[in-house]
């Protein structure tokens, strides 16, 4: 009679979950077209595959990172809305992420993450961060006109011969980018020599039809705000520093007798903000993280506030009313009593962590997948994705079982406890 | 200060002065979660915005420009998903296959769950801790054999094939869940119905499975859940026929350029599990408290 009732479970469980699981180890000894037997060959590949190794790297820090994290986000939301009204709607807000899909969070985050600070959210978000970034320079692409100005933009451009008070400077620029030439810009014009002072012009040398590079001809107009060292022709340390007027000139009054030389500061040609690459090889696995927490937290959210709303009040109330403050009586009551329900997260967690498949596909443009991949991610890729590595594909998946075995023997234990 | 006198009026004055320290103590408690809920929010909201621009205004900066700016919203891209008929028939297929994945696993671990809890045999504890076992297989572990399996018996790129996957890969944790809600059933209850003469079958239709809706709810929940936004078994075992998120992923190659047509159908297809949440969403939380206490 149970028999009747087991069967068709066990149809299901027997040709989807258990003949696989043992077909996939014996495949895992056979190459990947099936037709050689080669023995533990495909472990050993497996642990000398570049990807793998770089899935296995992942793997690791994700446990290292994820569980902890949420399970961390998910105590301290619990514990805010504990004694909220509105937690209900807080709640709602935080779980929805939980109820689309894998793949729908993919897209989103993809918006969400576009390098552009103009449309990527996340990038916005970081610009509007005052003093994180550093505000763009006033000519962020230019150049010398002449030989005569030397350096780099990154280090500022420096007259190259020496100057001498009553001398001229020319700082001729180029290649400026169209949305940085001054609109109503004024005609540059070359200052007259101060005596005991040094004068100069920043502007630029360019006019339609060219003109001479290195002469201030009408037409060519004059650079204001750009900041123009004088620095000591020795060392050059910076003595002093101005700004350039409305036609580009400026002068520096009362300068000792002495060789001097006159440079551009390289904060004039500080780049502008590009944005995080977050999709980008070096930042693609933080970038999966953040996206997974902002689904997890919600579960781990729930699971914690079923917890604590079944700690006993009394207790809680008992050491308020001995004069404990709040954090001590969450730090010393209210963490070890959950600790049981902060464990079934936390150990749910490192399962899931496990078995991310999706997110890493609909996140990493293919160009960082290599970075970004995860064992149960690089399983399909091997197998699936046109690749047909069926041996390579069965060791990881083994390989993957096997770091099941521990959670499984786990449960087992759990269970045969209970029922005594 | 030294002496105790009228302990009563300050006692008073201090829980008005207590209740008014709580109350501004309380406000960055409040600020501090409105914060974290618009934070949570922004994401969804930022695919729902795009996918009512026109591909224009996607190019032409961040949706949150066109956030308070209704008036440049529109469903035209929503109108154009659902003239294409390839997403049109990936939501059909997930339709189908999602029913059927959740009705059938749940009337097959239900009856196993049934006589594990309440059939006395031999045995029975192992084949309960094989279940508990099985709970931990990965879905990868069974994508090689199953796929050419499949292959030999057309069942690949089939909407059954779908089903009959997912199903057997619900199997452990719906038998697991069902099994420990059935024993929770008063034994007098099942000892009367015994008595009185009805059989088992009798007792599994009559008795067992009509108070086992709440467990039944929260696992076709779930089930739904997952089944609708799988993305694996569909990339692997359905080719031409497959269901909406892994059609749509094959679409992720192009992003950017298609996001007219790629943000509408990720936030449509998201729409759907949102709206079962939302309306089963006790159901869901003790599922998911049910689940996880194991």
Redesign the interface.
């Known amino acids: ?2 028999l009747a ?2 069967l ?3 149809f ?2 027997g ?7 043992f ?2 180890m014996w ?1 895992s000894l056979f190459s990947d077209r099936g037709d050689r037997f080669v023995g533990l060959d495909n472990y050993e590949r497996m642990f000398t595959d570049e990807a793998v190794q770089t899935a296995i790297k992942n793997n690791v820090l994700w446990v290292l990172v994820i569980p902890a994290g949420v399970t961390a986000v998910g105590l301290v ?1 619990a514990v ?2 504990e ?2 009204r509105w937690a209900v ?2 709640k ?13 969070v ?7 993450y ?1 390098e552009d600070p ?4 996340v990038n ?1 978000a970081i610009v509007g961060v005052q003093g994180i970034v550093g505000e763009r320079g006033v000519l962020s692409s230019a150049q010398p006109s002449t030989d005569a100005l030397t350096g780099t933009p990154q280090g500022g451009l420096t007259l190259q011969d020496a100057v001498e008070p009553g001398d001229v400077a020319l700082l001729g620029l180029t290649a400026i980018r169209a949305d940085e030439i001054p609109e109503d810009g004024v005609d540059a014009v070359q200052p007259e020599p101060l005596q005991g002072g040094i004068t100069g012009v920043v502007w630029r040398d360019f006019k339609p039809g060219g003109g001479n590079p290195g002469e201030v001809e009408s037409e060519e107009t004059g650079l204001a705000g750009v900041t123009v060292e004088l620095r000591a022709g020795e060392s050059g340390n910076a003595i002093e520093s101005t700004m350039t007027g409305e036609d580009g000139s400026f002068a520096f009054e009362e300068v000792e007798a002495g060789e001097y030389r006159v440079a551009i500061g390289s904060e004039t040609f500080a780049e502008p903000f590009e944005g995080f690459s977050w999709l980008g090889q070096s930042l693609i696995t933080p970038a999966i993280m953040i996206a997974y927490i ?1 689904v997890s ?1 919600g ?1 781990a959210m ?2 914690i506030a ?1 917890g604590l709303s079944a700690i006993p009040r009394d207790t809680l109330e008992a050491a308020r009313t001995d004069g404990a403050t709040e954090f001590q009586v969450f730090r010393r009551i209210t963490v070890p009593l959950l600790a049981p ?1 902060l464990t ?2 936390f150990v ?1 967690q490192i ?1 899931a962590c ?2 991310i ?2 997110l890493v ?2 996140i990493a ?2 160009s960082s997948r290599n970075d970004a991949t995860l064992l ?1 991610f690089e ?2 890729r091997r ?2 994705s046109g690749q047909n590595l ?1 041996g390579l ?2 060791a ?3 390989f ?2 096997l770091l ?1 075995i521990p ?2 023997i786990v ?2 234990r ?3 406890a209970e ?1 005594k | 200060m030294a002496t105790v006198a009228e302990p009563q009026p300050v006692v008073i004055e201090e829980s008005i002065a207590t209740k008014l320290v709580r109350a501004l103590g309380r406000a960055p408690v409040h600020l501090v979660l409105m914060l974290i809920a618009i934070l949570w929010l922004i994401p969804t909201a930022g695919l729902f915005v795009t996918s009512l621009l026109t591909p224009t205004d996607q190019a032409e900066g961040g949706w949150w420009n066109f956030l308070f700016q209704p008036s440049a919203w529109t469903f035209e891209n929503y109108r154009n998903m659902f003239d294409n008929d390839s997403i049109v028939d990936a939501l059909i297929i997930t339709a189908q296959v999602t029913l059927g994945a959740t009705i059938l696993p749940i009337l097959v671990a239900s009856l196993a769950a049934y006589a594990l809890a309440w059939i006395e045999f031999p045995g029975r504890d192992w084949i309960f801790l094989t279940v508990i076992a099985l709970l931990l297989v990965p879905i990868q572990m069974a994508l090689i054999p199953m796929f050419s399996l499949y292959n030999r018996l057309s069942l690949f790129d089939t909407i059954p094939g779908l089903i009959l996957f997912h199903s057997a890969f619900a199997l452990p944790f719906a038998i697991f869940l069902l099994r420990n809600f059935f024993a929770g059933i008063p034994r007098d209850l099942m000892e009367a119905a015994r008595i009185d003469g009805a059989s088992e079958l009798r007792l599994f239709f009559k008795v067992v499975l009509p108070l086992g809706i709440p467990a039944i709810a929260s696992l076709a929940i779930f089930q739904v859940l997952f089944v609708w936004n799988d993305l694996l078994i569909g990339l692997v075992m359905a080719q031409n026929n497959q269901p909406i998120a892994p059609e749509l992923a094959s679409q992720l190659r192009q992003f950017g350029s298609n996001l007219d047509v790629l943000a509408p159908a990720a936030f449509f297809s998201a729409v759907i599990p949102l709206t079962i949440f939302a309306l089963f969403q006790r159901y869901f939380v003790q599922g998911l408290l049910a689940g996880s206490v194991k």
Do not use: H
């Open positions: 009679m149970p009732f087991l068709p479970a066990a299901f469980l040709v989807w979950v258990v003949y696989p699981t077909a996939t495949r939301f805010l809305t004694k909220v709607a807080f709602i807000a935080v779980f929805i992420p939980l109820a689309v899909s894998l793949f729908a993919g897209v989103i985050w993809r918006i969400m576009q103009e449309r990527g959210a916005a902002w937290a579960f729930v699971i079923a329900v079934v997260v749910t399962i496990l078995k498949f999706d596909l609909a443009p293919g149960a399983m399909w197998s699936f069926y594909g069965s990881i998946s083994t993957l079982l099941f959670f499984l449960n087992v759990r269970f045969r029922a």
